[in-house]
């Protein structure tokens, strides 16, 4: 049976360098989603040989991440497998990859049963696009943009740090209150976004916020997810203010570029589900989808 732990803030210092090894591209597969949803989903976290397991329940299932690190990896699956059959239940792991499925189909040829996970797919976008809002199928994002400035003649962006940050709290809470946060996945969603909050330096966030006569209306944090993406955890504004989602969008995507170069994506993680965010995400026209799936182990 693997020795899990409930993760704390302090396991970054050994979870990272194992996730940056991996370079996976799934939103979950980072430090900061891990943490700020363990409450939600209960993960905890071991180190088995060289790589980073997650275990984690959903729905009443355990389940497991495909595990991040390098060398021997069937070894690591086995003792995986082990764990599961020690626990009493299924062996099965969420959110995996069709390059993870591709190495899994190797290790163990025709012994796992792979269901599709749309509503975890991550969208991901070409960063240069979002910063430029370039071609006919984003016209619309353009004329957004346009009719901010029109609307809002003191506007202003700005990195958050220290000492804005509690500004984007309370405008935060505001929104909650206008978007009904009791709602089941909005609530869940409040208490990684709180986590995030909490604990924003040590987590190593990034974010951007735009004012309007001096007042907060629109904020966004992310980080580097692995080697050409980076990964958007949150992003809030006033839908009443027409154009503020599409201004945080561009305005953050510009600062990524500036200070990540070499960045070629922008990954804006999943829709959970929820009809409004999939319209959103998919009016931005994501370049390609970061596909996921349920793999459950077939036992002989």
Known sequence: MINFKEIELSDKTWMDPLLATANLSGCHQNFTNIFAWSKTYHYCVAQVNNYLVVKGVINDTPYYFYPAGTGDLKTVFEVMREDAVSCGHDFVLAGVSPEDMTVMNRVYPERFKYTEMRE???????????????????????????????????????????????????????????????????????????????????????????????????????????????????????????????????????????????????????????????KAKSSYHPDKMEEKYLATYLES
């Open 120 to 278: 975890s797919f991550d969208y991901v976008y070409l960063l240069d696009k979002l910063v430029t809002l370039s071609g006919n199928k984003l016209h619309a994002k353009r004329n957004y943009i346009n009719r901010f400035h029109k609307g809002n003649q003191d506007w202003s962006f700005e990195p958050i740090n220290s000492e804005n940050l509690a500004e984007c709290w309370e405008m935060n809470l505001i929104w909650c209150q206008t978007t009904h946060c009791e709602k089941d996945e909005i609530a869940k969603e409040s208490c990684a976004v709180r986590r995030c909050f909490q604990n924003f330096a040590a987590l190593g966030l990034e974010g951007g916020l735009i004012r309007v006569e001096g007042r907060v209306i629109a904020f966004t944090m992310g980080e580097k997810l692995n080697s050409d993406t980076y990964v958007i955890h949150i992003e809030k504004a006033f839908a009443k203010i027409e154009g503020a989602y599409q201004m945080i969008n561009r305005e953050f995507a510009t600062f990524i570029q500036k200070n990540y170069p070499q960045l070629i994506y922008v990954n804006r993680e999943e829709d959970m589900g929820l009809e409004g965010l999939r």
